[in-house]
Antibody, heavy 126, light 108 residues
Framework: QITLKESGPALVKPTQTLTLTCTFSGFSFSSPGVGVGWIRQPPGKALEWLGIIYWNDDRRYRPSLQNRVTITKDTSKNQVVLTMTNMDPVDTGTYYC??????????????????WGQGTLVTVSS | SYQLTQPPSVSVSPGQTATITCYGDTLPKQYAFWYQQKPGQAPILVIYKDAQRASGIPERFSGSSSGTTVTLTISGVQAEDEAAYYCQSADSSYTYVIFGAGTKLTVL
């Protein structure tokens, strides 16, 4: 059973750095094709992809956020960490981490997500 | 710019068929995926690679693709299907992942 759970601060001040941790179970990065992505959702708005880290440490980021976002993984702890610098009130929203399945599932490295965390609400306000 | 266009809302009566479309210039060459999201909950994968039903998804959900448009069809809509549905795709190098703005399905 695959599970993911996001953790981190519920409130950050403008210009601060946000660090969110995704702790997962039921899979590992040893399977080719596996990835963990971060997706956020402002209140009442659509989903927005932030980035993804793959089993081989390949990383892709949303181009408009590339200078602010970093995703790393700690395979020994089964964790993926999202760091976003210079937070602004427009970054307020629910942040999700999600699992991209291994190659044997869909025969591609296409970024999509079959399991999601419950999400964590981050509010940016002074 | 790279974007996916969905109708903001679709309404159907129980037992009818709901059709939700997603338009994008790159869809003829790229796969599309569909997610269902109910209020206060995380999204759930419904369809992957245009037409593959995800695990645990009822057979009344199906996906199709034709040119620049992909379609999510829900046959025999049930009240529990009321949710927002998002299409998703990516560019050829998997560098840019995009979601549509979402379609709110209302079951009358």
């Amino acid at each position: 059973q695959i599970t993911l759970k996001e953790s981190g601060p519920a409130l950050v001040k403008p210009t601060q750095t946000l660090t969110l941790t995704c702790t997962f179970s039921g899979f590992s990065f040893s399977s080719p094709g596996v990835g963990v992505g971060w997706i956020r959702q402002p209140p009442g708005k659509a989903l927005e992809w932030l980035g993804i880290i793959y089993w081989n440490d390949d990383r892709r980021y949303r181009p408009s956020l590339q200078n602010r976002v970093t995703i790393t993984k700690d395979t020994s702890k089964n964790q993926v960490v999202l760091t976003m610098t210079n937070m602004d009130p427009v970054d307020t929203g629910t942040y999700y981490c999600a699992h991209r399945p291994p190659y044997y599932f869909d025969s591609s490295g296409y970024p999509f997500w079959d399991y999601w965390g419950q999400g964590t609400l981050v509010t940016v306000s002074s | 710019s790279y974007q996916l266009t969905q109708p903001p809302s679709v309404s159907v009566s129980p037992g009818q068929t709901a059709t939700i479309t997603c338009y994008g210039d790159t869809l003829p060459k790229q796969y599309a995926f569909w997610y269902q999201q109910k209020p206060g909950q995380a999204p759930i994968l419904v369809i992957y690679k245009d037409a593959q039903r995800a695990s645990g998804i009822p057979e009344r959900f199906s996906g199709s693709s034709s040119g620049t448009t992909v379609t999510l069809t829900i046959s025999g809509v049930q009240a529990e299907d009321e949710a927002a549905y998002y299409c998703q795709s990516a560019d050829s190098s998997y560098t840019y992942v995009i979601f549509g703005a979402g379609t709110k399905l209302t079951v009358l």
